[in-house]
């Protein structure tokens, strides 16, 4: 698939760390409870942490208390791409950044108490946080 940002494995490499790396380019996921962003509850924006695409705001975060930070809507509905992943002996929805490709979790249609109905479950290490101007 064609992505605006589109780099080589030794390009993602030397621009992340290797856990970004592992997550980001390689569908990996970080240990639950452990991001960074779980706690984060300042106003301001999500980005793609390999391309700083804007992905998700936190009026859309909520507290899901499953170990990672959870929204119930992407910023804009071409912001991520929704594919299916069956790994794990599982069929998933998989969640990409539009932008460049990137792993950022996956979304869930279980969160009856939001306005959507579903949990974007993303990983700390996929996004970076600009708090919105005081």
Same mark, same amino acid.
């Given at each position: 698939? $064609? *992505?605006? &940002?589109?780099?080589?494995? /030794?390009?993602?490499? #030397?621009?992340? =760390?290797?856990?970004? !790396?592992?997550? #980001?380019?390689?569908?990996?996921? =970080?240990?639950?409870?452990?991001?960074?962003?779980?706690?984060?509850?300042?106003? $301001?924006?999500?980005?793609?942490?390999?391309?700083?695409?804007?992905? %998700?705001?936190?009026?859309?975060?909520?507290?899901?208390?499953?170990?990672?930070?959870?929204? !119930?809507?992407?910023?804009?509905?071409?912001?991520? &791409?929704?594919?299916?992943?069956?790994? #794990?002996?599982?069929?998933?929805?998989?969640?990409?950044?539009?932008?460049?490709?990137?792993?950022?979790?996956?979304? %869930?249609?279980?969160?009856?108490?939001?306005?959507? $109905?579903?949990? *974007?479950?993303?990983?700390?290490?996929? #996004?970076?946080?600009?708090?919105? /101007?005081?």
């Amino acid at each position: 698939m $064609g *992505y605006q &940002i589109d780099k080589s494995d /030794e390009q993602w490499r #030397l621009e992340l =760390e290797p856990q970004e !790396f592992a997550v #980001l380019r390689r569908a990996g996921t =970080e240990r639950a409870w452990t991001g960074e962003l779980l706690d984060e509850h300042r106003a $301001g924006v999500y980005r793609c942490r390999a391309c700083s695409a804007e992905l %998700f705001r936190s009026d859309a975060k909520f507290d899901s208390h499953c170990g990672w930070p959870s929204f !119930f809507t992407p910023l804009a509905g071409d912001a991520v &791409i929704e594919r299916t992943d069956t790994s #794990l002996g599982m069929t998933r929805t998989e969640v990409v950044c539009a932008r460049c490709g990137s792993h950022l979790g996956h979304v %869930f249609d279980d969160a009856p108490s939001t306005p959507t $109905g579903q949990r *974007y479950c993303m990983n700390s290490v996929s #996004l970076t946080f600009e708090p919105a /101007e005081a």
